[in-house]
């Protein structure tokens, strides 16, 4: 089976999986019924694509959704079963084991939680093979705009290697950004960026995953890897787009914001960029909010 057709048959299995998760009768054997290829051979093309199993994923997605339900008051008991769980035991030992704490603790205490995000295996796929059509940017507006950010914290993840969002991910895997955006007093939503240099450690590179919090945020009990680091006030200006309709088009809305940004005239607004005051940050690009990225800059003195 070539690369191509096998792609192709990951993404149909993983379309018909979230087509169909919220079903209770909906299982890894209602994905092998459907396609006509043995366990074994599903389960292979779909881990090459995806990092999992077809049961894997179903149970992550499953497990995703009990935190949600048990954040909104739903019982343990009554989330375990909605996620699959003949014992409330199996689903507490699953809970740990996925998120490193069990789902009692998790309703008593709330806190961060890295739940599993389904991101579409299309855009990793066209990334690393350059798949695609090209498509003409003339009709995307990037708006351009001022922030004065008052003195923050910043909640981050390094990295040792990473240049971009996917060698972040290859790193750290993704399970960053279901973890960070899990945070309900976060500013915005998580962000590849790229620290100021004395924000950087020894063994590790500029670029790390991170979410804005207000100064006054504490949290003793990040995961592994994450810490909290300040930045004083600075203004920040943000490039973004507007909305888009087709996921399959997030490399052209974030190719669009980067040129806006490459071609922008900061002497019209009387600033410049420094990386000395804060953090370059890549939001991505989601069809609801499109694409953004912003970077620091300070008044051009006059």
């Not at 149909?12 to 074994?40: G, M, W």
Request: aromatic share 14%; net charge neutral; glycine share 6%.
């Amino acid at each position: 089976m070539n690369s191509e057709f096998s792609f192709e048959l990951a993404e149909k299995i993983q379309k018909y999986i979230l087509e169909n998760i919220c079903d209770d009768a909906f299982t890894d054997k209602s994905v092998y019924e459907k396609y006509a290829y043995s366990p074994r051979h599903l389960n292979r093309v779909y881990k090459r694509y995806t990092g999992k199993t077809v049961g894997e994923y179903i149970k992550a997605l499953r497990l995703s959704q009990s935190t949600c339900d048990i954040e909104n008051g739903k019982s343990v008991l009554s989330s375990a079963i909605d996620a699959g769980f003949e014992t409330n035991e199996g689903f507490t030992k699953a809970f740990h084991k996925m998120f490193g704490k069990n789902p009692s603790d998790y309703k008593r205490n709330g806190g961060m939680i890295a739940r599993f995000v389904p991101y579409p295996i299309r855009h990793s796929y066209a990334h690393y093979h350059h798949k695609g059509e090209e498509k003409m940017k003339d009709s995307i507006v990037c708006t351009a705009y001022v922030v004065e950010k008052p003195k923050r914290k910043m909640i981050i993840l390094r990295s040792k290697n990473a240049t971009d969002y996917w060698t972040f991910c290859e790193e750290n895997k993704c399970d960053w950004e279901g973890y960070l955006n899990s945070n309900p007093y976060k500013i915005d939503t998580a962000a590849i960026i790229k620290l100021p240099k004395k924000y950087v450690k020894s063994g590790f590179c500029d670029i790390a995953a991170g979410i804005e919090v207000s100064f006054d945020y504490k949290d003793d009990s990040l995961a592994k890897g994450y810490e909290i680091i300040e930045f004083e006030p600075c203004k920040m200006i943000y490039f973004k787009s507007q909305p888009f309709e087709n996921s399959d088009d997030f490399g052209v809305y974030i190719d669009a914001v980067n040129e806006a940004y490459n071609n922008f005239d900061f002497n019209a607004m009387s600033v410049t960029v420094d990386m000395t005051v804060g953090p370059y940050m890549n939001f991505g690009a989601e069809p609801e909010r499109g694409a953004k990225i912003a970077c620091p800059v300070k008044d051009i003195a006059k």
